[in-house]
């Protein structure tokens, strides 16, 4: 037989473009406009329908950037319209859009005139049907026009002003289209689907299977039955054609495929957070409207923050939203307050994100996540599987490993092990997205991909239109009845994540198993963009601290006297735990995002020293004592951990000498020499002799690279970066200021257009060297590192995460190893080889690499970086311009427990305090190996004391927790504070809890008053 396949396939594209696609809206008249412009930022639909509406021209440009044109639309249905068999009468507007992109571009929202919502207007998902409007058949609603401009420009990562108010202009964005009344066609809707699956599913299937030809041949006949001048009346001839190829059934052994309707909504982006209230409430009035169309549909909501915005703004459709919770096809997933970057945050904030999301899910749908779901964050720390179990859920689903430009993960699903050794059933979609359409396409990719064929059967499938693009849409739950047995095909069904890690989970019991974190080998630029942004969350994380064990504390101590403020902590927590979300932490938002974060992280610090103040004035009393309040879980200059004393003076000074070539200081317990360029030829902690410092290099070295990535400007750093770097070896002046209590040498530098001052500083009794830079940073498409070639052979580095650290190669062995040339580490990183080892701590910084190399004299230099400031262009064209001060320390002759220490010390600065009686700590415990990170009331209002800690060193410690307070019992709990079996922890006493811990770790405790 002649091979006529490409002619028949054009002659298909083409009948589908010119003559179904029109056809499935016959006739259409146009609908009488008028409008209201917003005069600022969004208004209330109740506020918004109260204004006077004026004649709008059809056609017309609107809208300049992050403006709102509201839209009111009047009109009388035809009498006869929607009356024959497979019609239906709909409203279509078009705002303006680009169809080829789902989002990213202007939005609407429809209104009734009561003000209840009705549905999101957007690209692919911009009918309103009429009986939605309330029956009969005049046409009177408004639409909400969102002109959020389109900052993606095609992905050119251009620099763009469209992300700052400010600079966006005033130039119209969009120009109406087409806004009309329109007679649907039921049955060219249904053919037009049908043909998507099948011709979607044709160009999957190889050229030599049978199955190809005869999807071809049955999609040729309908062609053949169709008369083109008559497609309305020819469709059901040409869906009785196709009938007989959509009912063959699947392959028995065809992979299974479990579809859950998802929109994956970043909470802020593109876009600022208040634009991201609107796009859920647009996304999920689209989900209610077609839940009610069909039962089977179900939808994965994962934000908990998500949900309380439409709470609190979207009251309306939170009940509606409730309504499909209880009925089964509403599912909350995730368990967490946001879907938050996993790298940065620290433990405690990391523990938050679950306790509070959670909570959520359960006081406002009765509904326990058993899921933690992050298809897009950039990468995922080892410490998390611990922190998901200890939450009380099961599972965990990613997507975002599939990004990795080098390495390709070995497994779909597998068993996590996090740093303690906690195992966690885990999923990656072998699909690769989270946004499916579940074309063709994509279902051929999601069981040709999947890598654990012959022991696991089925995988996931999100699909919707994420990012304002309106969610799942009647064309993908159409696709997904399509598919449910279609032979070629996968076996799609719809339902729930629980429904797929259930059976997934019975089916494959014998998994292989990942161990550690899951890096992303890309967005390594995320741990360094927006360095003021990255300082207010570290800030606001030991606030926080600070907060709620001074709060406690005056609770307990002062009784009736105090009332402990849980609300007031409760919503700081919240606003902190939301600028953790895994494009505004990261650094990755427009100008407009970091602008709200730095704001956000201003007033946070406000109202939490405000708290602190409050609670240690009512603690200490009325006096003129000098205290320090210790908030760190070690005792700090004689004060015991977690209480308040009169601090004892460090016993020796700081003495100063001037060389010929630069300054020594030393303070009896380190010896730094600084050249007089400011940069550290020798550091020696006196109590092992040993120069830290490698020979012929010199420490301090302030290092500026260029950094021009591929693309995703501000998320990726690329490893040529190296190539390119200019040490800053030269100081403009140096000045030595001496005090009894810390010597300090004052370097400056300039560079290009930015300048630079450091404050080196010995303080009396410190066993390291403290380093504060303060920068006017000026440069573009730059990145400031700073470096400490130490003599050390290290193979491995140590970096802190949550409740513990990640060990990580210095070698570059294998692609594995190459592609880690930027690491994350919180507030300290170390490296060491037997019996010494270098820490380097920092307060605010995140991004560090490490690097190895032998010299001629046979050691070897083990270099340790920490990233301090990027200057990408996109999407912030201004990012991180300005004045930063960025503090570290490098502490010479450190174990592991000396760099945990440093990394409280250099985050929690002293507090100092006068009043009249010292603060006994509210407990104590007796291994510094266990450090306590959080301490607090319980969530229940009980006044019970919670203590979170966990075992910091990597190894089996153990010790007791005893309560300096009456106490009738410990409990062991989970994070959501619920008593659990915890194994290491045994009750002796009532008020003592013996600690026999595995490494890394987490024990949260009640201790009930």
């Known amino acids: 037989m002649h091979d006529d396949r490409r002619i028949t396939e054009q002659r298909l594209d083409r009948f589908v473009r010119e003559r179904i696609l029109p056809a499935v809206y016959g006739r259409a008249i146009p609908l009488q406009l008028s409008s209201w412009d917003a005069p600022g930022e969004p208004v209330p639909a109740a506020e918004a329908l109260r204004q006077v509406y004026v004649r709008q021209e059809p056609g017309a440009a609107w809208g300049k950037a992050w403006s709102t044109k509201w839209l009111r639309l009047q009109g009388e249905v035809p009498e006869d319209w929607g009356m024959a068999e497979s019609t239906t009468v709909e409203i279509i507007v078009d705002l303006g859009f680009n169809s080829e992109v789902p989002g990213f571009q202007c939005e609407g929202t429809a209104w009734r005139s009561d003000g209840s919502i009705i549905k999101a207007i957007s690209p692919r998902n911009y009918h309103v049907p009429l009986k939605l409007l309330g029956g009969g058949h005049s046409v009177d609603f408004y639409v909400e026009a969102a002109a959020n401009p389109d900052v993606a420009q095609g992905w050119s990562f251009a620099p763009t002003p469209l992300g700052d108010k400010a600079t966006s202009g005033e130039e119209p964005q969009y120009r109406l289209g087409r ?102 409430a647009r996304t999920f009035s689209n989900v209610v409207a077609l839940m009610d169309e069909d039962p089977d549909f179900v939808f994965s909501c994962s934000s908990a923050q998500q949900m309380a915005w439409m709470k609190e703004f979207f009251p309306e459709l939170f009940v509606r939203i409730r309504e499909k919770v209880k009925a089964g096809q509403f599912v909350p997933v995730g368990g967490m307050w946001v879907e ?27 509904i326990e996540c058993q899921e933690a779901w992050l298809p897009d964050s950039f990468g995922y720390s080892g410490a998390i599987p611990q922190i998901v179990k200890e939450a009380g859920s099961r599972w965990f689903l990613t997507q975002k490993i599939s990004w990795n430009k080098v390495n390709r993960m070995p497994h ?86 629980k429904d797929f890690f259930t059976k997934a989970e019975a089916e494959y019991t014998k998994l292989p198993v990942w161990v550690g974190e899951m890096y992303l080998e890309m967005h390594r630029g995320t741990y360094t963009s927006q360095a003021k942004t990255k300082r207010g969350n570290r800030r606001s994380e030991h606030l926080l601290r600070e907060a709620e064990l001074w709060c406690a504390t005056a609770a307990v101590r002062l009784g009736g006297a105090y009332a402990y403020p849980a609300d007031e902590l409760k919503r700081l927590w919240r606003l902190v735990l939301l600028q953790q979300f895994h494009d505004i932490l990261p650094g990755s938002s427009i100008a407009w995002v970091h602008q709200d974060a730095e704001r956000n992280y201003e007033a946070i610090a406000r109202d939490l020293e405000a708290i602190i103040s409050h609670a240690a004035r009512a603690l200490v009393g009325e006096g003129d004592q000098q205290f320090l309040l210790n908030a760190a879980p070690h005792p700090r200059n004689g004060v015991p951990a977690l209480g308040a004393a009169e601090g004892t003076e460090p016993g020796s000074g700081v003495t100063v000498e001037e060389l010929e070539d630069g300054y020594v200081l030393d303070n009896g317990i380190v010896r730094a020499v600084l050249n007089h360029d400011g940069l550290l030829t020798s550091l020696v902690d006196h109590a092992s002799g040993r120069d830290a410092i490698a020979p012929g290099h010199t420490g301090n070295l ?47 530098r300039k560079v290009g257009a930015s300048t630079i001052s450091q404050r080196l500083t010995l303080d009396a009794g410190a066993a390291s060297l403290g380093i504060s830079t303060t920068v006017d940073w000026q440069e573009r498409e730059k990145m400031l590192k700073i470096a400490f070639p130490l003599d050390v052979r290290a193979d491995r580095s140590a970096s802190e995460t949550q409740f513990g650290h990640v060990f990580r190669p210095t070698h570059t062995n294998t692609s594995w190893e190459a592609a880690k040339f930027e690491i994350c580490a919180h507030r300290w990183i170390h490296v060491a080889e037997p019996g010494y080892g270098v820490a380097v701590c920092n307060s605010s910084s995140y991004g560090h690499d490490v690097t190895r190399a032998v010299r001629a004299d046979g050691g070897t230099t083990t270099t340790v970086r920490t990233s301090l400031l990027r200057s990408a ?35 929690l600065k002293p507090r100092h305090i006068t009043g009249g009686r ?52 410990v409990v062991a709990t989970d994070l959501l504070e619920r008593p659990t079996e915890t194994p290491g922890v045994t009750v002796e006493k009532g008020s003592d809890a013996k600690l026999v811990l595995r490494p890394f770790q987490l024990v949260t405790l009640r201790l009930i008053r």
């Open 702 to 748: 302030l290092e500026l690279f260029r950094d021009t990535p591929n693309e995703w400007d501000a998320w990726d750093i690329e490893e040529f970066y190296r190539r390119n770097v200019t040490p800053l070896t030269q100081a403009d002046a140096v000045e030595v200021e001496r005090s009894p209590a810390a010597v300090v040498v004052v370097v400056k």
């Open 873 to 907: 262009r996109f999407p912030d064209p201004e990012a991180d311009r300005g004045e930063h001060t960025l503090e570290m320390s490098i502490r010479p002759g450190a174990a592991i427990a000396d760099a945990v220490e440093e990394g409280y010390r250099t985050n």
């Open 918 to 969: 010292p603060v006994e700590p509210l407990l104590s415990v007796t291994n510094p190996a266990i450090v306590v990170e959080a301490v607090k009331l319980a969530e229940d209002g009980s006044g019970d004391v919670i203590v979170r800690l966990y075992e910091s060193l990597g190894e089996r410690s153990t010790g007791l927790l005893r309560a300096n307070f009456e106490c009738s019992d």
């Open 340 to 366: 938050s970057d996993t790298n940065m945050p620290g433990g405690e904030a990391m523990a938050r994100q679950f306790v509070e999301g959670k909570s959520f899910f359960l006081n406002e749908f009765d």
């Open 412 to 497: 779909h699903t597998f068993a996590w092990e996090g740093i303690d050794g906690t195992r966690l059933f885990t999923h990656f979609p072998p699909v690769d997205t989270y946004n499916a359409e579940l074309h063709g396409r994509e279902l051929a990719h999601a069981e040709r991909n999947y890598r654990d064929h012959g022991r696991g059967t089925m995988s996931l499938v999100p699909f919707g239109y994420g990012d304002g693009g309106g969610g799942p849409t009647r064309e993908m739950v159409a696709a997904a009845h399509r598919t449910a047995d279609l032979e070629g095909s996968p076996k799609v069904r719809m339902g729930t994540a």
């Open 179 to 280: 806004i009309a009344i329109a007679e649907m066609n039921e049955t060219v809707w249904e053919l037009n689907q049908d043909i998507w699956t099948l011709s979607g599913l044709m160009h999957e299937l190889p050229i030599e299977m049978p199955r190809r030809h005869e999807i071809l041949r049955a999609l040729e006949r309908m062609l053949d039955v169709m008369d083109p001048d008559d497609v309305a009346g020819t469709a059901a001839a040409g869906r009785a054609e196709l009938t007989q190829v959509l009912g063959r059934p699947a392959y028995a052994s065809a992979h299974e495929l479990l579809a859950t309707g998802h929109a994956h909504i970043d909470s802020a982006w593109l876009w600022p957070v208040r634009e991201t209230i609107r796009k859920c």
